[in-house]
């Protein structure tokens, strides 16, 4: 199928779901009263062009000329896969800004999983056997929490190691599902027991819920290490983006609340660590490319922390107008920009302090005591120390990039130690399965816990 009518056939699927979906929850309003209006919050959201008057240009050619524009690193060698993978993905960010212009923002979460659901999965469906001749798949209920546990079935004489892993998603989309090719394939390399979990999502339930459930899944785990052939002392935790962000917040709560058996590795993937700064050189650079663009980051911190809260001027955070010019001076000294690569902008504190001329003082009392809490943004958090050795994987064109190598870097200064890999690569590439960067990805992450569990 070419890939006009691959986004021919999106285009109808997704319009048949989408009003499903909204008849489902809200009313859908037939008539548009305001079109301009409309036409105006459109530009502005989706399209960077003045729409044409007399019609709307609901093509699928229209929406594929922006579905596939992509601008990626001259070394990443696999955009065709990308474009095809995540053209679908764009067209969902899209329609998510049309519903906002609609007046159905606090359904959009519930709407972008109905669609997302509705494209063909590679992982198992619910109900369905998994057959693996070389792995045990279960679903499980580790203290009412649910989660995929993966077993190889080889035989061990002694116990094996064990990974607790959590899918990418924004804290508010995706599955423990989304992830099984991958689980897969690092339980048998890794000769390792795996535990996927599938944690709470934002917008309804909003932090620290999804904390919660990995926080229960992970002791539940070490409690019962033996009943899955695990060795309770050889426990490591990890995840991609969002899941990296829960993966790090685990390893702070269980050292500060000096949980035994402590965790013995973490692994994260491009994972978002600090709600501060808006305006690293990799927010700038990728603003408005590859799966995760500024805007989409912003939204997903915001269900994470407050749900599907309408009433905040988005284009504050975007400027770092989201922050008092004392925040900045306090909590800008977590931040080592000194690790970052070098650019024409050497980020800095002075950097930081100007970047808002005119900071938004009320949306800071109303964002501080979560946005500064080391359980939601890890970065935030003043001691690092016996935290657990590390393997940081980042990817240059991609907006969370310089909020790892920041992590790295105070996880070095703090005398734990760090293993870093950069790939050229865009946010979210972990999630093609049987692309090339993938299968080198999961072949470090292997490396990685082969020689230290």
């Keep these: 199928m070419s890939p006009m009518s691959t986004a021919a056939t999106v285009w109808v699927l997704m319009n048949i779901g989408i009003l499903q979906t ?8 037939m ?15 989706v399209f960077p062009f003045p729409l044409p008057r007399g019609r709307f240009p609901w093509t699928p050619d229209v929406f594929h000329k922006f579905l596939t524009k992509f601008t990626f690193s001259e070394e990443f060698d696999e955009p065709e896969k990308y474009r095809s993978s995540y053209s679908v993905q764009r067209q969902v960010k899209i329609w998510a800004d049309i519903l906002k212009c609609l007046g159905h923002e606090a359904h959009t979460a519930i709407i972008i999983r109905h669609m997302i659901a509705i494209q063909p999965q590679s992982g198992p469906q619910p109900g369905q056997p998994l057959v693996d001749p070389f792995l045990k798949v279960t679903h499980d209920t580790f203290d009412g929490v649910k989660v995929i546990v993966y077993q190889p079935t080889s035989v061990k004489s002694s116990l094996r190691g064990g990974l607790v892993y959590m ?5 508010a989309l995706g599955s423990a599902e989304i992830v099984d090719t991958n689980m897969r394939r690092l339980a048998k390399t890794s000769n390792i027991v795996i535990v996927s979990v599938d944690y709470r999502r934002a917008p309804e339930h909003i932090f620290p ?17 033996c009943k899955f052939g695990v060795n309770r002392n050889r426990i490591a935790i990890g995840g991609e983006s969002s899941g990296g962000t829960l993966a790090a917040a685990v390893t702070l709560k269980f050292r500060n609340t000096n949980w035994r058996p402590r965790i013995k590795l973490q692994v994260l993937l491009y994972p978002p660590l600090q709600t501060i ?8 650079e990728n603003a408005c490319n590859g799966d995760l663009d500024h805007s989409k980051i912003r939204g997903f911190w915001l269900w994470y922390a407050f749900g599907n809260v309408t009433d905040l001027p988005l284009v504050d955070f975007s400027r770092n107008c989201h922050t008092t010019a004392a925040a900045k001076a306090r909590y800008g000294r977590l931040l080592p920009w000194s690790a ?3 650019t024409s902008e050497k980020p800095s504190q002075r950097r930081l302090s100007k ?4 900071p938004n003082k009320s949306l800071w009392s109303k964002v501080k005591s979560t946005f500064t809490d080391q359980y939601f943004a890890p970065l935030m958090a003043r001691n690092m120390r016996r935290l657990p050795e590390a393997l940081i994987i980042t990817v240059k064109d991609d907006v969370l990039r310089d909020d790892g190598i920041m992590y790295a870097r105070r996880l070095k200064d703090a005398g734990v130690k760090v293993t870093s890999a950069m790939f050229s690569a865009p946010h979210n590439i972990f999630a093609l399965p049987e692309g090339n960067v993938t299968k080198t990805i999961a072949l470090e992450i292997s490396d990685f816990l082969n020689s230290r569990l």
Excluded: N, Q
């Design 167 to 171: 899918y990418a998603g924004g804290w």
């Design 340 to 342: 970052l690569p070098d």
């Design 209 to 225: 819920a999804p904390l919660d459930d990995v926080v229960k899944a992970t002791k539940y785990f070490m409690r019962c290490a």
């Design 22 to 29: 909204i008849s489902e929850f809200s009313h859908w309003p």
């Design 355 to 358: 970047s808002c001329r005119r």
């Design 277 to 284: 700064d808006f305006m690293t050189p990799s927010y700038l």
């Design 31 to 45: 008539s548009l009263h305001r079109r301009t209006a409309f036409e105006r919050c459109l530009e502005s959201r």
